[in-house]
């Protein structure tokens, strides 16, 4: 394996290095979040096999980003930075697929938690949307890595971009209903989403676009679902080109840092969620309970 491309010189070995770093610290941060639960658990003096839903989520978006920052490609392009088959198409999108179902399914869990609590029609019908959409959106994404097609990509990322604009009028729909703690984690959420929305609007869904016209107008052929299978699982080209990677490299290290962080955030919700409807407006006090008062007697002998 050649490793004379690792050097400050190239930008795709500091890309690469900056991967590995963030990597490391996003399972550092599970790992610490794993111990906060299994404290709790402890506490709580709960079986040693249970565990959190959003938790399990959270790990396999996490180790799968951190699978596809070690051995990171292009998917339609077919390029990648290591020769081995770990690096192929076909194991890279399935690893994506199920990391990013498990991402929308913890965004999923934990809207229908605070709608519950607060009684939201709106955001509880939103989380049981939001997974179907992504569903589709990975179909799109395996048409395009099959066929080569970016078309597949631009549907794929409308489709999350979607996705993400029903999760933002989930949490305005929420904001109206919390308050405290809950209310600014809501407001946080609402800023990251719109600037996940004005990238794709603006950066990743031009930039798929683009690249199918430009395909279209040099009448390129793309695969059929038999022959681009077998593409996938078993070509990849080897590169550590800067410009075969110019288009990959902004959106990927968002990704594989400020999406991971997300999904940290999300499986840590399993940690405070029975505080979540303390932080409800309108909440009514409990009812005082009518205790019966002891009167004291005096005694009085009798004259």
Request: net charge positive; charged share 15%.
């Amino acid at each position: 394996m050649r490793l004379d491309w690792l050097a400050w010189s190239n930008p795709v070995a500091i890309w690469w290095s900056f991967l590995i770093l963030v990597s490391v610290g996003n399972i550092a941060l599970l790992l610490r979040l794993h111990f906060r639960f299994r404290r709790t658990s402890l506490r709580k003096r709960a079986s040693a096999l249970a565990t959190e839903p959003l938790l399990l989520l959270g790990a396999a978006y996490v180790i799968g980003c951190a699978f596809r920052s070690i051995l990171p490609r292009a998917d339609v392009q077919r390029i990648c930075l290591f020769d081995t088959w770990l690096s192929s198409v076909f194991v890279g999108r399935t690893v994506a697929t199920v990391a990013e179902l498990c991402f929308i399914i913890q965004w999923a869990i934990v809207l229908r938690a605070l709608a519950q609590a607060a009684n939201a029609d709106t955001a509880r019908n939103i989380a049981k949307t939001i997974v179907p959409v992504v569903a589709l959106a990975e179909a799109c994404s395996w048409y395009a890595v099959i066929t080569t097609n970016y078309l597949g990509n631009v549907l794929e990322n409308s489709l999350w971009t979607v996705a993400f604009v029903l999760i933002a009028i989930a949490v305005l729909d929420l904001l109206n209903r919390y308050r405290g703690a809950v209310k600014l984690a809501l407001i946080g959420a609402a800023v990251g989403i719109a600037g996940y929305v004005a990238f794709m609007c603006t950066v990743d869904v031009p930039m798929y676009f683009v690249r199918w016209q430009a395909d279209l107008a040099a009448g390129r052929q793309f695969f059929g679902l038999f022959s681009g299978l077998h593409d996938v699982a078993t070509r990849w080209v080897v590169t550590h080109e800067a410009a075969r990677w110019d288009g990959e490299i902004i959106w990927m290290s968002l990704y594989f840092s400020a999406a991971v962080w997300t999904s940290l955030l999300l499986a840590s919700f399993g940690l405070v969620k029975h505080l979540v409807p303390r932080y409800r407006l309108g909440r009514r006090p409990p009812k005082p309970v009518a205790r019966p008062v002891a009167i004291p007697l005096r005694y009085r002998p009798p004259t």
